[in-house]
């Protein structure tokens, strides 16, 4: 997956995968292949199924703490523990020439947790530290990337905000 600028993409991507996790393995690489994620040499493996999904609870808990600092310092937890001095490849001749984030010959799952990391250290860079958050709708559990262009969402889904809309103004009518 090559990722913009402000790293929108893998950041929506990782909040996808938090919040709708992979049921199986062969969901997991479905997942991975729809995002257009390049693995060096192999899909994850059922070796990877239980690691990435340890790390996805780790980015959750990151998502969710508060900020500014306790999530910077829990993202710059994540990106000791997986991400690696960046460096140019361009995959032994081909003219594609990219940034990777993490070493050679590491597993998918470092892999694919460097990209979640470095993309969301990109989107709350360059987006805002408070541009991830839990639904503000009542008793939905899922967290939200806001990529808007105002930074304004509060819910993870336009479903979550029209049920709130739909209740607060069926709340004003109820008290006229």
Same mark, same amino acid.
């Given at each position: 997956?090559?990722? &913009?600028?402000?790293?929108?993409?893998?950041?929506?991507?990782?909040?996808?995968?938090? /919040? /709708?996790?992979?049921?199986?393995?062969?969901?997991?690489?479905?997942?991975?292949?729809?995002?257009?994620?390049?693995?060096?040499?192999?899909?994850?493996?059922?070796?990877?199924?239980?690691?990435? /999904?340890?790390?996805?609870?780790?980015?959750?808990?990151?998502? =969710?703490?508060?900020?500014?600092?306790?999530?910077?310092?829990?993202? &710059?937890?994540?990106?000791?523990? %997986?991400?690696?001095?960046?460096?140019?490849?361009?995959?032994?001749?081909?003219?594609?020439?990219?940034?990777?984030?993490?070493?050679?010959?590491?597993?998918?799952?470092?892999?694919?947790?460097?990209?979640? !990391?470095?993309?969301?250290?990109?989107?709350?860079?360059? $987006?805002?530290?408070?541009?991830?958050?839990?639904?503000?709708?009542?008793? !939905?559990?899922?967290?939200?990337?806001?990529?808007?262009? /105002?930074?304004?969402?509060? %819910? !993870?889904?336009?479903? !979550?905000?029209?049920?709130?809309?739909?209740?607060?103004? =069926?709340?004003?009518?109820?008290? $006229?």
């Amino acid at each position: 997956m090559h990722f &913009n600028h402000d790293g929108r993409d893998v950041v929506r991507f990782a909040a996808g995968l938090v /919040n /709708n996790r992979p049921a199986s393995l062969p969901d997991l690489v479905h997942r991975c292949a729809a995002a257009e994620i390049v693995f060096d040499a192999q899909q994850p493996t059922p070796a990877d199924f239980t690691p990435i /999904n340890q790390f996805l609870d780790e980015w959750d808990a990151m998502a =969710r703490s508060g900020w500014p600092h306790p999530r910077t310092d829990n993202l &710059n937890a994540l990106i000791a523990t %997986y991400v690696g001095p960046p460096r140019l490849t361009d995959h032994h001749g081909s003219t594609d020439w990219h940034l990777h984030f993490r070493g050679d010959n590491v597993s998918t799952t470092t892999q694919l947790a460097a990209l979640l !990391c470095v993309g969301t250290a990109f989107h709350l860079a360059a $987006r805002g530290i408070d541009r991830l958050g839990e639904c503000a709708a009542d008793g !939905c559990p899922r967290i939200y990337a806001d990529t808007s262009r /105002n930074g304004r969402q509060r %819910y !993870c889904s336009p479903a !979550c905000g029209n049920r709130m809309a739909v209740r607060r103004y =069926r709340q004003q009518d109820a008290d $006229r």
